[in-house]
């Protein structure tokens, strides 16, 4: 069984930055793609960036290009999300996601991913 636990959440201004951590227990993490998303209010939830099991490749929505960095740390099983000049529509609850897999193309879509963290709060106030 593979768990998720996000973390670093919270209020922050516009302009400002938050990193999120994603910690994952039960598996070995290191074979596993992983992903963020988000979800807002009355919108569905969509795909921020996903990091592939070795962290050579990234990937970003566009909406997110240049301001949120993916990065991994297998030896620690974390997964992290560094967020940016944040804005007030990044305002979401953020999930991490991960399932195995050791290809150089990750999915950037929900149903690629069997695992999930119940996520973390992320308000950006203008």
């Known amino acids: 069984q593979v768990q998720l636990v996000e973390s670093g959440g919270g209020l922050v201004q516009a302009g400002g930055s938050l990193r999120l951590s994603c910690a994952v227990s039960?598996?070995?993490?290191?074979?596993?793609?992983m992903g963020w998303f988000r979800q807002a209010p009355g919108k569905e939830r969509e795909f921020v960036a996903a990091?592939?099991?070795?962290?050579?490749?990234?990937y970003y929505a566009d909406s997110v290009k240049g301001r949120f960095t993916i990065s991994r740390d297998n030896a620690k099983n974390t997964g992290y999300l560094q967020m940016n000049s944040l804005k007030p529509d990044d305002t979401a609850v953020y999930y991490c996601?991960?399932?195995?897999?050791?290809?150089?193309?990750?999915?950037?879509?929900?149903?690629?991913?069997?695992?999930w963290g119940p996520g973390t709060e992320v308000t950006v106030s203008s």
């Open positions: 996601a991960v399932d195995s897999g050791t290809s150089l193309l990750v999915p950037r879509s929900a149903p690629g991913y069997g695992y």
């Open positions: 039960g598996r070995t993490f290191s074979r596993y793609y």
């Open positions: 990091i592939t099991w070795n962290g050579i490749r990234r």
